[in-house]
């Protein structure tokens, strides 16, 4: 595997369900973060990571709870989800937080919640 | 604080004509400014970018822009569209110490 990789793809869920998203980045990078893409909105960054500590929490809602066990590692634990809640979401890294670095992209978990 | 503007949710083009992806920010301090583009089912791929040096930057797939401080633009181009350019573009500034903020993005459909 090369680059940054999200499982699953596509997810299925009802309110009441218990859910992860995986990220991996295979790139030595330091610096993860989680992004919510809904239909005509920009990107919105939800939190960042950065040598597995959380340097950012964007306001979002605790029913969203993110975990970095190592810097190759970050899951989004989902739980009691809105359907409003339905989007793309989209893991990146870096290889730190400066200020030029580069955000690589993987292909994303589509998230339906019914 | 940042913010990007692109202009024009959908650009539709000939093959073979000028592709022309409008992006405006507003910044207090120079920023850094990215193109990235989204393919169907994917996710987003760096264009190209602009930190320092030389305005008119060059990218993957023939897509160049240029950075014009004085009309605060960074408009992103490529003088023939090809049918697999079709994709969403998205421009995106960045300050120091600040995010990755993006654009709402821009649908480019190619016709034949």
């Known amino acids: 595997e090369t680059g940054v990789t999200q499982t699953p793809r596509h997810l299925v869920m009802g309110m009441t369900n218990k859910k992860s998203l995986k990220c991996e980045q295979h790139l030595g990078h330091n610096a993860m973060y989680w992004y919510k893409q809904s239909a005509k909105k920009p990107l919105e960054l939800m939190f960042v990571y950065s040598l597995e500590e959380r340097v950012e929490n964007n306001s979002v809602p605790s029913r969203f709870s993110p975990e970095c066990p190592n810097s190759s590692h970050l899951f989004l634990h989902l739980h009691t989800l809105q359907p409003e809640d339905s989007a793309l979401y989209l893991c990146?890294?870096?290889?730190?937080?400066?200020?030029?670095?580069?955000?690589?992209f993987g292909p994303g978990t589509r998230l339906t919640v019914l | 604080a940042q913010s990007v503007t692109q202009l024009g949710s959908h650009v539709s083009v000939s093959e073979g004509a000028l592709v022309l992806l409008r992006c405006n920010y507003s910044s207090s301090v120079p920023p850094y400014l990215f193109w990235y583009v989204q393919y169907p089912n994917q996710g987003l791929q760096l264009l190209l970018k602009y930190t320092t040096g030389a305005t008119l930057v060059k990218g993957i797939n023939g897509f160049e822009a240029e950075f014009k401080k004085s009309e605060t633009s960074f408009h992103l181009t490529k003088p023939s569209a090809h049918m697999s350019d079709a994709a969403e573009y998205f421009c995106?500034?960045?300050?120091?110490?600040?995010?990755?903020?993006f654009g709402k993005g821009t649908k480019l459909s190619v016709k034949p």
């Open positions: 995106a500034v960045k300050i120091p110490a600040g995010n990755l903020i």
């Open positions: 990146a890294s870096s290889q730190d937080l400066g200020y030029t670095n580069e955000q690589f």
